[in-house]
């Protein structure tokens, strides 16, 4: 059985997040719905694996194992791994588009979109010169 474990963004990030003007969430691709409805940012804690989650109920098992659970991915494990094995610990926060619900069917009709506002977001974020 999995091991759930916490691997922290970096407190100094975190804490230019918080007080971090109001994001103006203009991306420049198309929302897939065709609607004009602006992303919106939520701060919290994403469950990450090395599995896709393509499954409802394992969405919901998984998110139940812990109150504070926004999300599900893949990609930010590894690259939150890598960090903390490293022998410098290079400050650091996962900032994710989420595109799809972790249900089936799984399409990739958001992906495009979703990449667009969390690059957009992340720009927004460097350019408050969090560090």
């Known amino acids: ?14 804490n230019r997040l918080v007080g971090l003007a109001a994001w103006d969430s203009v991306t ?13 940012f939520f701060q919290g804690v994403i469950a990450s694996g090395e599995k896709v989650i393509a499954d409802e109920a394992v969405r919901n098992q998984i998110a139940s ?23 410098e610990r290079v400050d650091h926060l996962v900032i994710r ?21 969390a690059s ?3 720009k927004h974020f460097i350019l408050d010169q969090p560090l």
């Open 65 to 87: 194992g812990h109150r504070k659970i926004l999300a599900l991915e893949m990609e930010g494990y590894g690259f939150s791994r890598a960090v903390w094995q490293s022998f």
């Open 1 to 14: 059985k999995p091991q759930p474990e916490m691997i922290p963004a970096a407190p100094t990030l975190l």
């Open 28 to 40: 420049p691709v198309a929302r897939p719905d065709g609607t004009e409805a602006k992303p919106k």
């Open 120 to 122: 957009a977001f992340t």
């Open 97 to 117: 588009g989420i595109c799809d619900n972790g249900s089936f069917p799984k399409d990739d009709r958001w992906h495009e979109y979703a990449a667009s506002a």
